[in-house]
């Protein structure tokens, strides 16, 4: 029995990329219906970018890919867990997880790759 996902008003649900070994939480991002199929599909993490109202892979650019090996869903079937195999960082500014920081502006997470190497200026 497939769980249906409630994408709600905006089609769009939160979800949560979580190390699948550590537990470490890597970041948050948005899924659609059709980020959720490719994830499926091809066993890569497929996301909803708000700001360029497009599709992305996890990693097309970077190469940081995450490799899903199982979909959660919540109890309210509106929020997802993508329990992931992280290659490299998961955070674009070049650090294992996109919660790098405490409030207070204490850096705590690792750095794992220079962004200015990996990714183009466009």
Known sequence: MTVEVDFGAEGLVPAIAQDADSGEVLMLAYVSPEAL???RETGRAHYYSRSRD???EK???S???????EVRVD???D???YLVDQDGGACHTG?????YRTVEGDHVGERVFDPDEVYDDE
């Open 59 to 61: 990693g097309a650019t």
């Open 54 to 56: 497009e599709l992305w």
């Open 95 to 99: 650090h294992r997880s996109c919660f």
């Open 37 to 39: 199929e490719r994830t």
């Open 79 to 81: 929020t997802l867990l």
């Open 75 to 77: 109890c309210d079937a």
């Open 63 to 69: 190469g940081h890919v995450q490799h899903v090996e």
